[in-house]
């Protein structure tokens, strides 16, 4: 998945993060060597989180997104500092409740589309309800 | 100029992040123990329920209203207070002054609000950048902030005082630029609401005439010197009138002591579980203590006995305390618990109920077994590396999976939290569910 996707040129967020121990090597009796080539090992947050204040991990309990991969069970990441876009994935609030839907914006209708056919798409009565873009769905991780 | 950015109603907001169903609804938090009501929303606000109070005192105004009530759940406060923070030191370029000039950006001064060094921002752009600093933190952690901005830190918190008062007028953002504007804004604030001007001098002030801010400042600085506490009188007339005389401060990294209190859930009469609360209070202080890589050279343990008055339950009874000077400063939980394990034998009675008790550790110094050292004998280096390695165990797996077989197992006395909700952001188990 590319980055850019989600991040403008223009995007200013933290991505510091608390730097773990490294342990060395000597255990195995061959700590010298191996020292000077020891770097921090991956770090998913360093990939996956791009402004660790604004980024929130929720849980799915649904099968409102198996379309685009999202299934019941499964973490997704939501950074709250993107800005939605019209074909985003994101965390709405309708009328108290919490959904995981794709976000269509055209003109001044709002859809909140699932991607299953069991259930049909929202359409937001702005006038009416309650509704707020949460935030924006950045990750999904699911177990295989 | 100087902000001051302070969250509104910061516990229930921080409730109310994850629960949009709450959102506009009265919300109140209850302190430790759910004892007393320590932070509600602008509607239960309006209902009457009164900050401070017992929880009982408001009950039926929570019962007939279908307010929603928490127990603190500081798990998340402190996340949510942290990412606040940062979005502050990232707007301001905390990181990016401290390294060029040695000179922090953002003071936290509490849990809930953060001082900012505005100094950089022209006066016809303060507006528009307080609010870009509010539509920021709303939109980046969900909690709202109100801002007041002036020449001094004092009157910044005169504007943030006003800016609160009356929130849809102010839109959360008040600016003292001008001199009018900081002069109408001393003349409407009482002495007795402005920062730094604690409960007895505030009575003083009343008790020679002088009622409002704006005729404290309005006071020679000699007066202030002689009848205000000396320099800090002095300082505290200069803010008023706009002259900056507090300035930016280090956070304090370093504690000179470290104190762990907690109430008890219920009427503790068993020595044995007295004991097992200090070894936990202990544990945690410890843990603080080598965080901050120092050693304490004295132990302090006191407990609070039950009032005999049963309708007075939530009035504190007696308070006795001790303490013990250790040999040589230590930072090894063990040593630690078993200095205090001794006081609480020395100070428990039997027959008597206890309601609370706590620890304090002081007499800090650096602590200098923390590398190994080639001067102490072995032993101690290897208990320092055990330290260290239930530490991280701790942090990593959370919630004190390796512990001090002295603190207990069943831990029938800790605090009641009935009504706390999940540690949305800190814990996988409680993630929020979206649908």
């Given amino acids: 998945m590319e980055l850019e996707q989600f991040y403008g040129l223009g995007y200013k967020g933290s991505k510091r993060f608390t730097q773990h121990d490294i342990p060395t090597a000597n255990a195995t009796g061959f700590g010298a060597a191996a020292d000077d080539y020891m770097e921090r090992g991956i770090d998913l947050n360093e990939q996956l989180i791009r402004n660790k204040p604004a980024t929130f991990f929720m849980r799915v309990s649904g099968d409102a997104m198996t379309g685009a991969g999202i299934f019941n069970g499964d973490v997704v990441i939501v950074d709250r500092s993107v800005k939605a876009a019209n074909g985003k994935v994101i965390i709405a609030t309708l009328n108290g409740e919490m959904l995981i839907r794709r976000f269509e914006k055209n003109f001044n209708k709002i859809r909140l589309v699932p991607e299953t056919p069991k259930l049909s798409p929202i359409d937001v009565d702005l006038s009416g309800a309650e509704f707020s873009v949460w935030g924006v769905v950045t990750y999904v991780i699911h177990s295989l | ?435």
């Fill in chain 2, 1 to 435: 100029m100087t902000a001051i950015v302070d969250c509104n109603s910061f516990y229930c907001s921080c409730e109310r992040v994850f629960r949009p169903d709450l959102w506009n609804q009265p919300v109140v938090v209850l302190s430790n123990n759910d004892g007393c009501i320590i932070s509600r929303s602008d509607e239960a606000r309006k209902l009457g329920v009164d900050m401070a109070i017992p929880y009982f005192q408001a009950r039926h105004i929570i019962e007939k209203n279908k307010v929603s009530v928490f127990s603190s759940n500081y798990h998340l406060y402190g996340d949510m207070s942290w990412r606040v923070m940062e979005t502050l030191r990232i707007l301001a370029g905390d990181m990016e002054s401290r390294e060029r000039t040695g000179r922090p950006k953002v003071e936290v001064y509490s849990v809930d609000e953060a001082f900012m060094d505005l100094s950089h921002i022209p006066p016809d752009g303060l507006v528009s950048e307080a609010k870009h600093i509010k539509d920021t933190v709303e939109q980046w952690t969900g909690v709202s902030v109100s801002i007041g901005i002036a020449p001094t830190k004092t009157l910044a918190k005169l504007a943030n005082r006003l800016a609160k008062k009356d929130k849809a007028a102010s839109g959360c953002i008040s600016v003292l630029a001008t001199d009018a504007e900081q002069r109408a804004a001393l003349q409407q604030t009482r002495v007795d609401d402005c920062w730094g001007v604690g409960r007895a001098y505030a009575s003083k002030l009343i008790n020679w005439g002088i009622t409002s801010a704006w005729e404290l400042a309005n006071m020679p600085e000699e007066w202030a010197h002689t009848n205000m506490g000396g320099v800090t009188g002095v300082r505290l007339i200069r803010e008023l009138r706009g002259i900056a005389a507090i300035t930016m401060e280090e956070e304090l990294v370093d504690k000179k002591m470290i104190a762990t209190t907690r109430m008890f859930g219920r009427p503790v009469h068993d020595l044995r579980e007295i004991k097992e609360a200090v070894a936990t209070y202990i544990s945690r202080a410890s843990e603080k203590l080598r965080r901050q890589e120092s050693a304490a050279g004295v132990v302090s343990v006191f407990i609070v006995s039950k009032e005999q008055d049963h309708l007075a339950n939530f009035r504190q009874g007696a308070t006795i305390s001790n303490h013990t000077t250790l040999p040589k400063a230590t930072s090894l939980t063990h040593e630690l618990i078993k200095a205090a394990v001794g006081l609480v034998e020395q100070l428990y009675e039997k027959g008597k109920e206890y309601k609370k008790a706590g620890v304090m550790l002081s007499g800090l110094v650096p602590d200098n077994s923390i590398q190994g050292n080639l001067f102490v004998p072995r032993a101690e280096n290897e208990h320092r590396f055990l330290m260290h390695t239930i530490d991280n165990i701790n942090f990593s797996m959370r919630d004190d999976s390796v512990k001090f077989g002295s603190s207990g197992m069943n831990k029938d006395w800790k605090m009641r939290q009935a009504l706390r909700s999940g540690r949305y952001s800190t814990r996988w188990e409680d993630l929020i569910r979206v649908r």
